[in-house]
């Protein structure tokens, strides 16, 4: 795969708390980037958002960002990066995308210090491709101006690029299709199919846990461990 470009995917959203679907979505979105013969995944990165997105129901970054560590154990290509919850105050996923692309940039090795003596120069390193990886139900909520500024979806598109996974109940062709500016920048898109459909939604296992009822095998072993422990989603909904 040396000559195939290189890319991180980078998934945000609440991970309140983060299930196996989420995880799979990493999964899948790398079985379908490296089929096209094009792309090698080289990292995927998880960034849960900031408390001050005051969503109902979600429980304090410290707990999220500590669960996706958990969930991540076993991953030797995925990993958590907490500095969107650590802003000050919430931060727009376009934000979140430039502040990686630019770790990126920064992280990539320089040809300043190399040896002068050698024959020939340091050829530049490549810079990987940053793509943001979501649901095919969070495409659809680009359709919304009340959701994202157009500037913001364009910018995502074009200069970033989209790994959309399928979900159950969507159709994010049409979704395409009904936006000007995803359809416009549908190349920058890229829809990949779950084999396995897996309808787990962190809002249902919310509401399981609260009525009592096993979550067992819907998230990572240790992530369960860890609600217990900390006693997460037990009260009403709206409490912590």
Not at 177 to 203: D, G, Y
Request: positive net charge; glycine residues 4%; charged residues 20%.
């Amino acid at each position: 795969m040396k000559s195939r470009i290189p890319v991180v995917l980078l998934a945000c959203g609440s991970f309140n708390p983060i299930t196996n679907m989420h995880l799979r979505l990493f999964e899948v979105a790398r079985d379908h980037l490296h089929q096209t013969g094009i792309y090698q995944v080289v990292r995927g990165i998880i960034s849960p958002v900031n408390d001050k997105y005051w969503k109902k129901d979600l429980v304090a970054a410290k707990h999220r960002v500590a669960m996706v560590r958990l969930a991540l154990q076993t991953s030797d290509w995925v990993r958590v990066d907490p500095w969107e919850s650590e802003q000050d105050q919430w931060v727009e996923t376009v934000k979140v995308l430039r502040y990686h692309h630019s770790t990126l940039l920064r992280s990539l090795p320089s040809a300043e210090g190399s040896d002068p003596g050698q024959a020939l120069p340091v050829a530049p390193a490549v810079v990987p491709e940053l793509k943001l990886l979501c649901g095919a139900d969070v495409l659809r909520t680009f359709l919304s101006p009340q959701l994202w500024k157009d500037k913001h979806v364009q910018e995502i598109v074009e200069r970033f690029g989209l790994v959309c996974v399928s979900r159950a109940g969507h159709d994010p062709q049409r979704d395409i299709e009904a936006s000007p500016i995803l359809r416009r920048f549908q190349r920058n898109i890229h829809l990949a199919r779950e084999p396995v459909l897996n309808e787990v939604s962190a809002t249902a296992v919310r509401q399981a846990l609260r009525q009592g009822h096993s979550v067992q095998y819907l998230l990572p072993d240790p992530v369960l461990a860890y609600i217990r422990e900390q006693g997460l989603y037990l009260g009403p909904p709206g409490s912590p």
